[in-house]
């Protein structure tokens, strides 16, 4: 039996690294706002937006209040409802209004101001899933006479986002976390979720009827207990960082592949994908006939055409039966077609999830519900995932910083 080990987001967050949406978010918020720390009138201005924050007032009691509260902005939100606050005007003797002290805030970027001031959004998976809303609703309302300069710069607008967060990425975690550290609970989770034996009665009740007969026989004509091995490990990565490959490189490289599926940091032979792949989307096949390559530009399956990573994968699944580990990964729709792939293959016998659990609360069986829809066949999915009983919580713990 092989074993193939997806991970997603949740890993890099299980070991304290700050890869969260809401972390990369905070950071470019955090960096316009303290680029106002002398509190003098100033502007900031990038590709993404224009900031002009003023203090002007015939009043130095409203100056000296609006620069303490401007003192306790920490995010995007706290910005914005002081910039809403602020932004107001007073009713003069003479009966008219005077703009006192008007701060200016354009966002260039329209989809970044979506994504900014959309509560809902926790996880990179949201991003993709939004991207592609607006994808469809641009093809839905573009008429025959008009051309594609909307999604032009739509995709303008996401390569901003992909190219400020591989910076993000490389400046506030890569060259600041220590990832290659001794410590022996790191060590000691690599080698229960990498390494390659494993117990065999807790495992044989993670696979249907028909492996663990297999299994129970291969192991009692070769006079075997609690020594089934898995053969092949394969670890499918979603993530952008190093952090799997350095952990493995370090504590089971002669055990393990990996795979960096959707690319790494500033790598121009594996750049980083990202984007939409539900191509079983209702509304898909519509996009590939508009006839328009713009519409194209980030679907994913296209951008795996650029490295052999799929071809790795798929050459890893169709080499015989597997078990599927999911760590960290929320298996939402903007990988449903490779996922797909993965969960509904023949060899696919066990789908295992180790879920995140935060005081009485945890994620099982939201992964759960996402890990059905990319199933056609329920029958099969109901199958396939191992109960809750059987699935672990993800460890979590904290990477030190580098010296």
Not at 74 to 89: F, M
Not at 228 to 247: G, M, P
Not at 362 to 367: A, G, K, P, R, Y
């Amino acid at each position: 039996m092989n074993r193939l080990i997806i991970v997603g987001n949740g890993f890099d967050l299980a070991h304290g690294l700050p890869t969260g949406y809401c972390d990369f978010i905070d950071w470019y918020w955090k960096n316009v706002i303290n680029h106002f720390s002398n509190m003098q009138e100033s502007i900031y201005q990038d590709e993404l937006c224009y900031f002009g924050l003023k203090f002007k007032s015939m009043s130095l009691v409203v100056i000296q209040n609006s620069k303490d509260k401007f003192k306790d902005v920490k995010n995007y939100l706290e910005l914005n409802q002081y910039i809403d606050d602020e932004n107001h005007y007073f009713y003069s003797y003479e009966h008219k209004y005077y703009n006192l002290h008007k701060n200016d805030f354009v966002i260039y970027n329209d989809f970044f101001k979506i994504i900014c001031a959309k509560h809902s959004i926790q996880n990179w998976v949201d991003i993709e899933n939004e991207y592609y809303k607006l994808l469809t609703k641009i093809l839905k309302d573009l008429k025959e006479d008009e051309d594609n300069s909307k999604v032009k710069k739509l995709n303008e607008e996401f390569e901003q986002l992909k190219k400020l967060l591989e910076k993000y990425l490389s400046e506030e975690v890569e060259e600041k976390y220590k990832f290659q550290t001794q410590n022996d609970k790191l060590q000691s989770i690599i080698s229960n979720f990498f390494y390659q034996g494993t117990q065999t009665k807790r495992l044989l009740k993670e696979f249907p009827k028909d492996d663990r007969l297999k299994i129970e026989k291969y192991l009692s004509e070769n006079e075997l207990q609690n020594n089934f091995q898995i053969i092949h490990t394969h670890v499918l990565t979603f993530n952008y960082t190093s952090l799997v490959k350095e952990l493995v490189d370090r504590y089971a490289e002669e055990y393990i592949s990996v795979n960096t599926i959707h690319g790494e940091l500033n790598s121009s032979q594996n750049p980083i994908n990202f984007g939409f792949g539900d191509e079983m989307d209702k509304n898909y096949q519509e996009i590939e006939d508009s006839g328009e390559g713009e519409f194209l530009k980030y679907v994913k399956s296209f951008a795996y055409f650029n490295t052999d990573n799929y071809k790795q994968l798929l050459d890893f699944i169709d080499s015989g039966k597997f078990q599927v580990y999911i760590m960290g990964h929320s298996c939402g729709l903007s990988d449903r077609i490779l996922l797909n792939t993965i969960f509904e293959h023949e060899y696919c016998r066990s789908i295992k999830i180790f879920y995140h659990k935060d005081g009485e609360m945890d994620n099982f069986t939201e992964i759960a519900q996402n890990i059905s829809r990319h199933f056609k066949k329920k029958d099969s999915m109901r199958m396939k995932i191992v109960n809750k009983t059987l699935c672990e919580e993800m460890p979590q713990m904290q990477l030190p910083l580098k010296n």
